[in-house]
């Protein structure tokens, strides 16, 4: 009798934690049904690509109305951000580099440059001034730094590895872009 006692309390506390492991089930079912749900949800209140490039553009027109970014054009890069908040807190320098035809372009370096990081900002800008202007495609940069080359103060920067602080180049400095006289 004891025994059988026993099994019907050992069969109640199966019921009862089968009862516990239903529940379970079924909250948890219920759970992922509501998860799944909201993933829907989501699904249906996400933009198209062309409305989320609109509202970036937007932020980003705000953005460039600052006073401290007012000087960056309405297609602003992350990287021109970066340089002009670098310029601000006196990690960077301008550099103003005068073409042949007169255009001076305002060029953002750190200011540890190197003549190289120069060179390779002012690909940069060209790059960015292109794309946003639609001209040239493509610029041959070993026929430019073989034709021209950069001059400061009468010397010329040929030393790649050489900082422009090492030349005396300093904050709104103006550097020359020379056509290189042929060699006979």
């Excluded at 890069?77 to 042949?100: D, F, H, P, R, W």
């Amino acid at each position: 009798m004891e025994t059988e006692k026993n099994l019907s309390a050992e069969g109640e506390r199966g019921a009862i934690l089968n009862e516990e492991e239903v529940k379970k089930e079924k909250l948890s079912s219920e759970e992922q049904e509501a998860a799944t749900a909201e993933e829907e949800d989501e699904d249906e209140d996400a933009l198209p690509h062309s409305e989320i490039l609109d509202i970036f553009e937007e932020g980003l027109a705000r953005l460039v109305q600052d006073p401290l970014l007012c000087d960056l054009p309405i297609q602003v890069t992350l990287e021109e951000v970066n340089s002009q908040i670098a310029l601000e807190y006196g990690q960077a320098m301008t550099v103003k580099v005068l073409k042949a035809d007169g255009e001076i372009m305002p060029i953002v370096v750190v200011q540890n440059a190197t003549v190289l990081d120069l060179k390779n900002a002012i690909r940069r800008f060209m790059e960015l001034k292109q794309q946003r202007e639609g001209g040239v495609k493509h610029i041959s940069w070993r026929y430019v730094w073989r034709t021209f080359h950069l001059v400061f103060q009468g010397e010329k920067l040929e030393d790649d590895t050489m900082r422009l602080k090492d030349y005396g180049i300093r904050n709104r400095d103006e550097v020359t872009f020379m056509k290189r006289l042929r060699k006979k």
